[in-house]
């Protein structure tokens, strides 16, 4: 039973968040690291990456990588910002037009990818600085500054800025995503194509899957979830700016590779990048608690990749060898 558990792509992850927590809760008795506030202080840093996390993970698992999420998610906060607070327009429109941006450079991306047949890295690496650079370049000259504070209502606060004591409703925002994207590729016929794409490109296009189709839904689902998070971020703090989120472009991948996921694509699952950003949020609330200097984060991240890479290229041997 153990070693059919091994073979899981999500084996790794678990084992590494069981471990680390236990530290943490062990390393720093009395402090409240165990307790409700706590917890929900760490889930709450692993929400909004993990909303992004996960539809980057997909990506991956069909042979792609976005790196354009971490603009996304701050010109996504500024179309709030900029329509809400310069032009007094209603917030909901413009988080519909938020989303529909987050959509478009997805779509964008994945045109690029399959028509030009350039990796992944370089296009979406470009249009990072190309979205930043926009947006930075709009908000100078509509307000002459690159951040600036949202007119928010009553019920857009709810769905995207409501707190339950120290927990944040990105938690329910995460968990949501998470079942979408279990859903999809566990339980779909999509799914089925995701693991094809990502396994043998030539052996899936010849069996009949709409490759350039799956990449293209794809790279849309992280633009659109990218958005998200700016809108969350920005109706959270009152505030949109151009840098927001551009710690997740390759905190994102490092989580999924985490969980899970291998960088040649073709195998893992959603539970595993769920539990890989778990980790992240463990890692980085954990380290407040032992009073460290918070510099340590990138070392144990550091290595935690390192030993994610390690590890998932076993556990795919290992799962190979039983066939």
């Known amino acids: ?3 059919n ?3 899981r792509p999500e084996a790794g992850a678990f084992a590494a968040f069981v471990i680390t927590y236990l530290f943490f809760a062990l390393a720093t008795p009395g402090t409240g690291f165990v307790s409700v506030n706590g917890t929900a202080g760490w889930l709450n840093l692993a929400a909004e990456l993990g909303i992004v996390a996960i539809p980057v993970g997909l990506l991956m698992i069909s042979g792609e990588f976005d790196l354009s999420i971490g603009s996304t998610v701050g010109a996504s906060s500024m179309i ?3 329509g809400t607070n310069q032009y007094g327009l209603p917030v909901w429109p413009m988080v519909f037009l938020a989303l529909a941006a987050g959509a478009a450079i997805g779509l964008a991306n994945g045109l690029a990818v399959v028509k030009t047949k350039l990796p992944s890295f370089i296009v979406t690496l470009a249009t990072n600085f190309i979205v930043i650079g926009a947006t930075m370049g709009i908000s100078r000259l509509i307000a002459n500054v690159t951040s600036s504070s949202i007119v928010a209502s009553d019920s857009a606060k709810f769905v995207f800025a409501a707190r339950w004591g120290q927990a944040n409703i990105s938690i329910l925002w995460w968990l949501l995503v998470a079942f979408i994207g279990y859903r999809i590729l566990s339980r779909s016929i999509f799914g089925n194509w995701i693991y094809a794409t990502g396994g043998n490109l030539d052996a899936a296009r010849g069996a009949g899957v709409p490759v350039q189709r799956v990449k293209i839904s794809l790279f849309i689902a992280t633009g659109l979830a990218a958005a998200l ?4 971020q920005g109706v959270q703090w ?6 927001y989120g551009m710690g997740f472009v390759f905190q994102a991948p490092i989580v999924v590779v985490i969980g899970g996921v291998l960088l040649t694509g073709g195998y893992g699952s959603v539970t595993g990048i769920v539990l890989g950003t778990a980790l992240f949020g463990v890692i980085s609330s954990g380290i407040f608690y032992t009073g460290w200097n918070t ?3 990138q070392l ?3 290595l935690l990749l390192a030993a994610a890479v390690l590890a998932n290229n076993y556990v795919r041997r290992l ?4 066939k």
């Open 1 to 3: 039973m153990l070693r």
């Open 5 to 7: 558990f091994m073979k």
């Open 80 to 82: 709030l910002a900029l």
């Open 229 to 232: 998070v700016g809108i969350l």
């Open 238 to 243: 009152n505030s949109g700016n151009a840098t």
């Open 295 to 297: 510099d340590w984060i």
């Open 300 to 302: 144990f991240l550091g």
């Open 319 to 322: 799962a190979l060898s039983s």
